[in-house]
């Protein structure tokens, strides 16, 4: 939404079109009160967006505001401004063009991700490690058949060692 500060006057000696600019802000305000009344949409972006974004939007569109005024019968400001307007624009159109990328990435990173869980149950369901039953196995590896330290190999009390 367009915001036009009060505060700077439109009464500038040599300003030429001050009816026109006026007439500009009037059929702006209400090609916006217009377009917020059909597209609730733009609220709920307003609404998402942070008091620090609103912050630097109102910073922003205060100064479009400023530079018109003040370079309105300058034909060279006039270029490069709309130059300038031109590189937010592609930067914006960049920015929506990589938003699209990434949902599309997100989209086949979740379809991947299902696969990966649907591979995963399938394995689990046909492995024969899970649904075999446990019972005695002649190899057991948690009981030693071997002892470790044997009478025959500990030191006997006088402190010689048993052979």
């Known amino acids: 939404m367009l915001i036009f500060p009060e505060h700077i006057q439109l009464n ?8 026109e ?9 209400k090609i916006e009160a217009r377009m917020a009344s059909l597209r609730p949409s733009d609220e709920a ?16 569109v205060g100064i479009a505001d400023f530079m018109v005024c003040k370079y309105a019968e300058s034909k060279d400001m006039h270029h490069i401004l709309k130059e300038f307007a031109g590189i937010i624009s592609d930067t914006a159109g960049s920015l929506d063009s990589i938003d699209d990328d990434i949902s599309e990435l997100i989209l086949s ?6 696969v990966v869980k649907d591979m995963h149950s399938t394995i689990h369901e ?19 058949i071997t002892q470790i330290n044997p009478s025959k190999y500990q030191q006997n009390p006088q402190g010689g060692v048993v052979r």
């Open 45 to 60: 972006r307003i609404n998402n967006l942070t008091y620090e974004e609103l912050q630097d939007l109102s910073k922003i």
């Open 126 to 144: 046909k492995s024969d490690i899970c649904h075999r039953p446990t019972g005695n196995s002649p190899i057991n590896l948690t009981n030693s």
């Open 21 to 29: 600019l006026n007439r500009i802000r009037a059929v702006s305000s």
């Open 109 to 114: 990173a979740e379809d991947s991700i299902s």
């Open 12 to 19: 500038k000696p040599g300003l030429r079109g001050l009816g």
